[in-house]
């Protein structure tokens, strides 16, 4: 899980929280402690946008340090091991 978010958002730059549960597959309340931890560990960031006059988007993106470790892990991992394989015709 804590690389599907790590990547996604190097991927995309940033993401409103329910695009990232959404896209990683993810439930708020049972995986909002992941979140918190890669917060917590310095490797994405949250921040808020202000929405309307007394509301706010509750938004992510990966810091320099989650970069570095996607860089450095996993997309080597990734180019050896793609997802999806492509057929030869």
Known sequence: M???ILLKLNEFGELN???LMSY???NNVAHKPI???????GLI???????????RIIKYKV?????EIAKAI??????LF?????KNE
């Not at 979140?35 to 560990?41: A, P």
């Not at 960031?45 to 509301?55: A, S, V």
């Open 17 to 19: 929280q329910s695009q």
């Open 45 to 55: 960031i949250r921040f808020e946008e202000p929405w309307g006059r007394h509301n």
């Open 63 to 67: 810091s320099e340090k989650g970069k």
């Open 82 to 86: 793609p997802r999806r394989e492509e």
């Open 2 to 4: 804590r690389k599907d």
């Open 24 to 26: 990683c597959g993810l």
């Open 74 to 79: 996993f997309e080597p991992y990734e180019l």
């Open 35 to 41: 979140i918190d931890d890669l917060v917590e560990k």
